[in-house]
């Protein structure tokens, strides 16, 4: 079982480094830590007094691991879902925010339980998981990173500047989707024929 260092370690290895993309609603971004963040959690790492781009630019690994591990781990209580939800949920919620635990509830409705789709992860959610995983927790993996490629789909059919982030130039997968099927099964993985259909209607 990976510690959760270890899985933002690959989650920061996984975002890459500073970009500032206008069709990304993100903003600057450093190791998969936004503008935003930065400035919601008054982090100044230049030290002058302004939380801006500049500061994005200047953040480590090692800053990004701890502000992932603090406030996309330990704050929204991902530990207390079951192990082979940990690492996807976890990874779901950087890119995300609370849509990660949103796409889990929906999921686990439509599997029969009694959860309310409220972003967070309290008792009624947790343990709706953990009957879930004591069923089969592969399916339940499996389902949950379907779901996360489903959503992907669903952010580029209604925005088409968000296209590009799941469809390559070259017409194969984009960071998105290779980024939601790292925690499918292979067998679940999109053919490219299969990928080519779901979004031939963007053009």
């Known amino acids: 079982m990976q510690s959760v260092q270890e899985i933002a370690t690959e989650i920061v290895a996984r975002e890459g480094g500073f970009v500032n993309d206008p069709d990304d609603p993100g903003g600057a971004t450093k190791y998969g830590?936004?503008?935003?963040?930065?400035?919601?959690?008054?982090?100044?790492?230049?030290?002058?007094g302004n939380v801006d781009a500049r500061d994005v630019k200047a953040l480590s690994r090692a800053q990004a691991v701890d502000i992932f591990i603090r406030h996309y781990f330990d704050a929204p209580r991902i530990a207390s879902l079951p192990v082979c939800l940990q690492a996807t949920v976890f990874d779901m919620y950087v890119n995300a925010g609370i849509n990660a635990v949103r796409i889990l509830q929906r999921l686990l409705r439509e599997m029969g339980y009694a959860v309310t789709?409220?972003?967070?992860i309290g008792p009624q959610t947790a343990s709706a998981a953990e009957q879930a995983a004591l069923v089969d927790p592969d399916a339940l993996r499996d389902a949950y990173g379907i779901a996360r490629r489903n959503y992907y789909f669903r952010l580029a059919d209604q925005r088409p500047a968000s296209r590009k982030f799941a469809r390559a130039r070259d017409g194969t997968k984009g960071g998105w989707i290779r980024r939601a099927e790292e925690f499918i099964s292979a067998q679940y993985h999109l053919s490219r024929q299969a990928f080519q259909q779901r979004t031939a209607a963007w053009g």
């Open 33 to 48: 830590v936004t503008i935003g963040t930065l400035q919601r959690l008054g982090l100044d790492a230049t030290g002058d």
């Open 117 to 120: 789709v409220d972003g967070v």
